[in-house]
C-alpha cells in the first residue's frame, strides 16, 4: 500500500513538474518571438497569437452595430482568417458573399449603395491584428499624436495604391504597452469621400473585453468614437456586441458556390 502510495506522489510530482517546463517553455517561447520583432505590428502580430489564428480555416461570429442609437447591422459573419471570403448573413435574411475583390448580394440588396462597406469593413475591424503586415501596407513607427495622456504605443498604417477598395483610408494604431495588444484604432473612411473630406471627421475604434478562443485574445466589443490628432478620443458615437464566435471548417467551398440570382456589386 505505501508503495502504492509513493509511486502515485513521484507520478504526480513528474505531471506537475512537466505542466511547470510547459508554461516556462511557452512563455520563453513567446518572449523570444517578442524580442525578435522589429517592430510595433509584428509585436502585435505575436500577442494575438497570429500563427495559431492562421492555422484555423475560418471564423464565424454574431455582430450587432448600433450608431448614433440606430442599429446599423445585426448579422452572423464567417470569414476566412487570412481575409479572403466572406458571408454576411444579415437578421432580415439578406446576405452579402465576398470572393476576394468580388462582391455578391442577394436580389433584395441591389439597390443598397451599402454592401461593399458592410462587406469589406466589419471584418476588416475584427481581422485588423491579423492583416498589419499584409501586402501594400505602409508604416510610420515614429508617429506620434499630439495627445498629452497617451497610454499606448502607436504607429500609424497606410496603403500602397490600389489596394483594396479604399486604399487612401489610414489608422493610428494603440497597442498595450505592456502585453502589445491592440487597444484601439483610429481610422477615416474614404469610402465616397475624398481622403481631405474624410480627415475632416476621424473616427477611432475599441477594442474592449478580450476573451481567449482556442488561445487566442479576441475583443468581444467594440466601441466607436470621434477622434483627433490633438486630443484622441472624444465623444462615444456607437458601439458594437461581438459573439458566438467559433472557428469553422469548410467555408472556402461554401462561400465559392454563389446562389443563383445573386447580383455582383
Known amino acids: 500500500m505505501k508503495k502504492s502510495i509513493i509511486t502515485l506522489f513521484l507520478g504526480a510530482a513528474i505531471l506537475l513538474s512537466c505542466k511547470k517546463e510547459t508554461v516556462k517553455e511557452n512563455t520563453e517561447t513567446s518572449t523570444k518571438k517578442e524580442n525578435i520583432a522589429t517592430n510595433l505590428s509584428e509585436k502585435i502580430e505575436i500577442a494575438h497569437n ?24 445585426n448579422a452572423t459573419i464567417s470569414a476566412a482568417t487570412n481575409s479572403e471570403y466572406a458571408i454576411i448573413e444579415k437578421k432580415d435574411g439578406s446576405k452579402i458573399y ?10 433584395e440588396l441591389k439597390e443598397d449603395a451599402s454592401v461593399r462597406f458592410h462587406a469589406y469593413t466589419w471584418s476588416y475591424f475584427f481581422l485588423l491584428p491579423y492583416k498589419l503586415n499584409d501586402v501594400g501596407t505602409k508604416w510610420n513607427f515614429d508617429y506620434k499624436s499630439n ?10 498604417l497606410s496603403f500602397e495604391e490600389n489596394i483594396g477598395d479604399a486604399p487612401k483610408d489610414w489608422y493610428v494604431i494603440y497597442a498595450n504597452k505592456n502585453t502589445n495588444v491592440l487597444e484601439q484604432a483610429a481610422y477615416i473612411v474614404t469610402a465616397g469621400k475624398t481622403q481631405e473630406e474624410a480627415e475632416k471627421d476621424p473616427h477611432a475604434i475599441k477594442y474592449e473585453n478580450y476573451e481567449l478562443t482556442k488561445g487566442i485574445p479576441i475583443a468581444n466589443n467594440w466601441s466607436f468614437w470621434g477622434w483627433n490628432n490633438n486630443d484622441g478620443i472624444t465623444q462615444k458615437i456607437g458601439f458594437a456586441k461581438i459573439s458566438d464566435i467559433q472557428f469553422i471548417k469548410g467555408f472556402k467551398n461554401k462561400v465559392q458556390n454563389i446562389p443563383n440570382g445573386f447580383v455582383k456589386k
Open 147 to 156: 495627445e498629452t495622456k497617451n497610454i499606448f504605443n502607436t504607429a500609424k
Open 98 to 107: 465576398v470572393n476576394k475583390e468580388n462582391v455578391f448580394a442577394s436580389p
Open 50 to 73: 497570429k500563427e495559431a489564428f492562421l492555422s484555423q480555416e475560418a471564423i464565424k461570429f454574431n455582430v450587432v452595430i448600433n450608431f448614433g442609437g440606430n442599429e446599423i447591422l
